[in-house]
């Protein structure tokens, strides 16, 4: 299968194309990722808050426990050790969701940072591309044999502009019924052109 075509000015505009996707591409993927990292920051706070809290809820935790230990008092003393330790808990979780929510926005936002740009490129670039493999491919098949140029003949005398025509021949259409060889590979040549190929050697006449 043919990805690239033949004549060098073709070729070097489909190599320069496919680098600047590339570049684009990886440019993207690096602004998307410094996006995710930059809205994943904001997430600090809330992480350290949790942190903080649930160290000092281990610590009231202690408290408490050492308070139970007082003969006779440990209940009422340990209770509102218990009960700023629980707060803190509630505070803990709200402050892990906050944490994971803008994680997973972090996330969402690099995605779509990357996926617009290059989605958009690649919805203009990929469908040339394939247009351009699927024509050549075809081509290929045609070219193998000088009786093969005909067909390139032909459709060089439906599709290419007059003026492109009158160069080859003042009469294109009766030296291609006559076969007349050097018309009918300088069609062929025009046409190929197009499909990025060139006229094989051993079909030259």
């Given at each position: 299968m043919?990805?690239?075509a033949?004549r060098?000015?073709?070729l070097a ?7 600047a ?7 993207w ?6 996006a995710?990292?930059a809205v ?9 808050t949790?942190?903080t809290?649930?160290d ?17 008092l440990?209940?009422?003393l340990?209770?509102?050790?218990d ?11 709200t402050a ?17 940072v ?5 989605t958009?490129?690649l919805l203009l670039?990929?469908?040339?591309r394939i ?14 044999t ?11 005398l ?5 003026h492109?025509l ?6 294109p259409v ?7 060889p050097r ?8 046409e ?8 094989p ?5």
């Amino acid at each position: 299968m043919r990805i690239y075509a033949q004549r060098r000015g073709r070729l070097a505009g489909q190599l320069v194309g496919d680098l600047a996707v590339l570049v684009w591409t990886v440019v993207w993927a690096g602004v998307g990722i410094a996006a995710d990292a930059a809205v994943a920051a904001l997430a600090g706070p809330a992480r350290e808050t949790a942190r903080t809290a649930r160290d000092l809820a281990g610590q009231l935790g202690e408290a408490a426990t050492s308070a139970g230990q007082v003969p006779g008092l440990g209940e009422q003393l340990r209770r509102p050790f218990d009960g700023a330790s629980g707060s803190l808990g509630d505070l803990v979780a709200t402050a892990d969701r906050q944490a994971a929510t803008i994680e997973r926005l972090a996330t969402a936002t690099g995605w779509l940072v990357f996926l617009v740009p290059v989605t958009t490129v690649l919805l203009l670039w990929l469908p040339r591309r394939i247009r351009f493999v699927r024509r050549a491919r075809a081509a290929q098949r045609f070219i193998d044999t000088g009786a093969d140029l005909d067909l390139f003949a032909l459709r060089a005398l439906a599709n290419q502009p007059m003026h492109v025509l009158a160069a080859i021949s003042d009469d294109p259409v009766r030296a291609w019924r006559a076969g007349d060889p050097r018309v009918v590979d300088a069609l062929a040549e025009v046409e190929l052109r197009d499909a990025g190929l060139t006229l094989p050697r051993q079909v030259r006449r």
